[in-house]
């Protein structure tokens, strides 16, 4: 998505969804606080918001970028979440070394809807890297809603999240148990240090009795081996299907030799994971 032209495509968005007198409002509203450069005026118009949007109306997503509907659509997006994104995209694209700030300090000071909205659509704004503290913030609640808009289907952590913010998100989720094959980009961001505290984590709970969600191994697939080969052979001696299936996609998507050697032991599971007949995605 062009972060240049998201503003553009989100203002058609309002035009095609919201009736003249609503777009009038905004327009105008906008301009006032483009041209003074009033932060008062922004979060005043922030606020209102709220109360100009009509809830039955139905978002028309027509004639926009593709990426930008398909995301728009994935998180559900309504008219207020567009409008707000909308009017802090706009003013950090006309001026953001003075508009910064002031769209930081709406952060600090929303309340929990509104903190998810700008987490989920966090990607969508010009230089949305000045706002990874927020992100990285996130990852240490307890409110799945918070966590949740950080976390999935959002490309944000792939594309800004240094690979210790990467693991720690990875490692909460499987705490919080979370549909980690929501989690965008997990054979991307795999790194060797997340596969030794999955291999960790999985022997606590072993050791505990306790069970381990079977996608929570998808990172390990190019770094199977030394005592990860143990760990695997696991996997596949488990009386869990899904955990022989993820074992199985673990070796099949692998590069080590050791992992193509492991799955040719059980051929059954190596015709079926080469025939695509189970994905990550598949597994409960």
Known sequence: ???????????????????????????????????????????????????????????????????????????KADLLQISRVYLLSLVLKK??????????NIIQIADTGELETFLKYLVLLPNAEDYKYAAVEALRTNISTIFDAITLNNPYPSKYF?????????????????????????????????????????????AASREIDPKFWRPVFNYIEGDLVNDIERLFKSENLNENRAAALSCYHSNKTEAKLLLEKYPDLLKEVSNNEFTWKDLK
Do not use: C, P
């Open 1 to 75: 998505m062009n972060t240049l032209k998201v503003s553009q495509d989100l203002w058609v968005v309002l035009k095609q969804s919201l009736d003249d007198s609503t777009t009038g409002w905004i327009q105008e509203k906008q301009q006032e606080v483009v041209s003074t450069k009033s932060a008062k005026k922004l979060y005043l118009m922030y606020s209102l918001l709220g109360g100009k949007m009509d809830k039955s109306h139905r978002v028309d997503l027509n004639g926009i970028d593709e990426d930008l509907k398909t995301y728009l659509e994935l998180q």
């Open 95 to 104: 001026d953001g070394e003075f508009f910064r700030d002031k769209v930081a």
């Open 162 to 206: 240094n690979e210790q913010q990467w693991n720690q998100m990875y490692l909460k989720a499987a705490f919080m148990q979370r549909d980690l094959t929501e989690i965008l980009d997990v054979d991307i961001r795999a790194n060797k240090d997340l596969t030794r505290i999955i291999s960790d984590y999985a022997h606590e709970r072993w």
